[in-house]
């Protein structure tokens, strides 16, 4: 069977690092064409309690891996202590702010079988109510990203890739596209997963989403000049 590790990198997340690791372990256990031994979660540099709850998780599920990283040094760098502690030869990096819906895991896995597919990615979907402005343009911001990833794949916030590369570019501030950029080169597939959802929360007002936004597109301006992708 292929084995397989989920890995995640998680920054001052008590709030939500508590649920996603049990979802975590409940989906591994339905996991049954995949080999699955090790959850492993790096903690970077966190100020609050996340340390503390997956240290007690650990303690509870021998599947579930700590790495404490003493100064947070970016995702990108937290992502390269995982890809160098995983052992499984697919990777499912799940962000520490997401919550994965049941079933999601299999879904992901499924277009493995076939040797060309290096890379796929979930749906993700948000937890926010359309109530006010920024709440409606992060669902309306998510909805137009499944439409287009249904055209040309763009994975994020869930995604599953062979380990054909031993690391990731330590400036890059989009991992998820600059995986895909690698997988692409080495000529694999990419396949979007729609089925595959996974919940999250988006930004709360005016200034964190234009910052989110202004960080991710100089991390496509960068990706696209470094690599051509």
Same mark, same amino acid.
């Given at each position: 069977m292929t084995s397989c590790s989920i890995c995640v990198a998680a920054y001052n997340e008590e709030a939500n690092i508590g649920a996603l690791l049990d979802a975590v372990a409940a989906a591994a256990?339905?996991?049954?064409?995949?080999?699955? !031994?090790?959850?492993?979660?790096?903690? +970077?540099?966190?100020?609050?309690?996340?340390?503390?709850?997956?240290?007690?998780? $650990?303690?509870?599920?021998?599947?579930?891996?700590?790495?404490?990283?003493?100064?947070?040094?970016?995702?990108?760098? $937290?992502?390269?202590?995982?890809?160098? $502690?995983?052992?499984?030869?697919?990777?499912?990096?799940? +962000? $520490?702010?997401?919550?994965?819906?049941?079933?999601?895991?299999?879904?992901?896995?499924?277009?493995?079988?076939?040797?060309?597919?290096?890379?796929?990615?979930?749906?993700?979907?948000?937890?926010?109510?359309? !109530?006010?402005?920024? +709440?409606?343009?992060?669902?309306?911001?998510?909805?137009?990203?499944?439409?287009?990833a249904r055209l040309k794949p763009k994975l994020g916030e869930l995604i599953a890739f062979r380990k054909v590369f031993d690391e990731i570019p330590e400036f890059t501030a989009v991992d998820e596209v600059s995986i895909e950029s690698m997988v692409v080169d080495r000529g694999y597939r990419l396949r979007y997963v729609s089925d595959a959802v996974v919940r999250n929360k988006g930004p709360e007002n005016v200034r964190e989403f234009i910052s989110q936004r202004r960080r991710i597109y100089a991390g496509h301006l960068y990706v696209r000049k470094t690599t051509g992708y």
């Open positions: 256990r339905k996991i049954s064409s995949f080999s699955l !031994d090790e959850i492993i979660v790096v903690v +970077s540099g966190s100020t609050d309690r996340t340390e503390e709850i997956v240290s007690a998780k $650990a303690k509870m599920d021998p599947k579930i891996r700590l790495i404490v990283q003493e100064k947070r040094e970016g995702k990108a760098s $937290a992502i390269n202590l995982l890809l160098k $502690a995983a052992s499984g030869e697919i990777i499912i990096l799940i +962000s $520490a702010d997401t919550v994965p819906e049941t079933g999601a895991f299999e879904k992901l896995l499924e277009p493995f079988s076939d040797p060309k597919t290096g890379m796929t990615g979930g749906k993700p979907v948000p937890v926010d109510k359309p !109530d006010h402005f920024i +709440s409606y343009a992060v669902r309306l911001m998510w909805d137009m990203h499944d439409k287009l």
